[in-house]
Every structure is written in C-alpha cells, then in structure tokens.
C-alpha cells in the first residue's frame, strides 16, 4: 500500500528548540509539500519541492526550513520553536505528470510547543 | 490568485439522508480538484479526484462533480450513514505543477 509516513504522530517540544518533521513517500513522487492547519484558518501551505535539492516558499514560510536531499523524504525544520507554532503539521506527496496530480497526504504531526 | 471557499462551515442532517456539499473558488483556470475526508486529529484521505477534462467522478455512495465556468464543486454523499461523519475538504489547483489550495472545509454530522 503506497503511502506518506510522517515520523511521529505527536511532539512536545520546548520554546527555542530546533524541531525537525519528517515526512517520507515510496511513490516515487517528484513533488512534496508541507502544510499547517489551525482551527479557523485551515490548511496553508509552509514550503514545496519538485525535485531533489529544490525548495519552494509557500505562504507562511517565516520561521521555517526544509531540506530535500533524497526524492523520497522531505524535512521540515523549525529553527527555533515558539509557541505560535503549534500546531498540525501535514506532508504530500504528488506526481508532477500532467493529469496525475493526486496528492496523496500523511497522518500528521500535531505539534505543540510549549 | 486561487481562493477556495466551501459553505456551510457545519452541517447536520439525519441519516439516510442525501446531502450536497459545496465548493466554489474563484479561478476558472483551475486544472484539477481533489475531494479530502479528514476524521478529528488525522490527516487527509483523498476521496476522489476530478481531472482538467472531466466533469464528474464516482466512488461508492460519492459522486463529484466540476463546473469550471461557474466555479463550483459538488460532492454528493447517497443514503448518509454515521460513519460518514467528518471533515471535507476541497482543493484545487491551477496548473500541473502546482499546490493544493484548500477550502475551510465543511464538519458533517449525521445523525443516528
């Protein structure tokens, strides 16, 4: 069954820590991405890829990072924590082929910083 | 710049029921639309998938479907059960190499 994995399902993580989200496909899909969704103001969209190595700004990328160094994981990286950063993270996955863009999306990482 | 918009934000019906959800975004040029279920606290599970050139897509006791020159989006849900209670969700995009853009989303109760 293909599937996104993200690496943990819940985190508690300290004001000020560096924070790494994990996020794994085995579709062979070129693109990923790496939204956030908070009550009322639904899914946004943090940072995308569509290759190894390439990284796109989303909507909200302030206090973020990611890192592409294999096709299959893409890594979200909070510099350093804060507390507006809680939240629910979720990664997806898609092929760039026209007429194949399903996204396929993980289980989340609910993230509370505290 | 794609804005996705869905109404209700909430709704309860009783079950066995035929309901509509609705979808509308701004955008005629959108290229694809996706139709998510979300249970609370999970992620994302894609219900169906309407491509550029169709108008409608089926699966089960779900039918949706696309009218790019009004803007609109439909999911239909037949004969609604309790289990169906969740999150849905549409999004779109507008080119072949683009995000999701997502709409609220609509939280459906129905009701035993």
């Known amino acids: 069954d293909v599937k996104v994995t993200q690496s943990s399902r819940y985190l508690v993580k300290r004001t000020g820590e560096k924070v790494f989200l994990e996020c794994v496909q085995d579709?062979?899909?070129?693109?990923m991405f790496w939204y956030r969704q908070d009550p009322g103001l639904g899914l946004r969209l943090i940072y995308f890829?569509?290759?190894?190595?390439?990284?796109e700004k989303g909507d909200i990328p302030e206090g973020y990072s990611v890192s592409r160094e294999k096709k299959e994981r893409f890594s979200l990286i909070l510099e350093s924590a804060s507390t507006n950063q809680t939240s629910m993270y979720l990664c997806a996955s898609s092929l760039r082929r026209l007429g194949s863009n399903f996204f396929t999306f993980g289980s989340g990482t609910r993230l509370t910083v505290v | 710049k794609q804005e996705v918009t869905q109404i209700p934000a909430a709704l309860s019906v009783p079950e066995g029921e035929n309901l509509v959800l609705n979808c509308s975004f701004t955008d005629s040029a959108i290229y694809n639309l996706q139709w998510f279920r979300q249970d609370p606290g999970k992620g994302l599970t894609s219900l169906l998938l309407?491509?550029?050139?169709?108008r409608e897509q089926t699966s089960g006791r779900l039918n949706a479907s696309l009218d790019k020159s009004s803007g609109r989006s439909t999911l239909y849900i037949a004969a609604s059960q309790p289990g169906d209670s969740a999150t849905y969700l549409c999004a779109g995009i507008n080119s072949g190499n683009t995000p999701l853009v997502f709409g609220k989303g609509t939280r459906l109760s129905v009701i035993a």
């Open positions: 579709m062979d899909h070129e693109n």
């Open positions: 890829s569509y290759d190894v190595k390439m990284k």
């Open positions: 309407i491509q550029s050139s169709q």
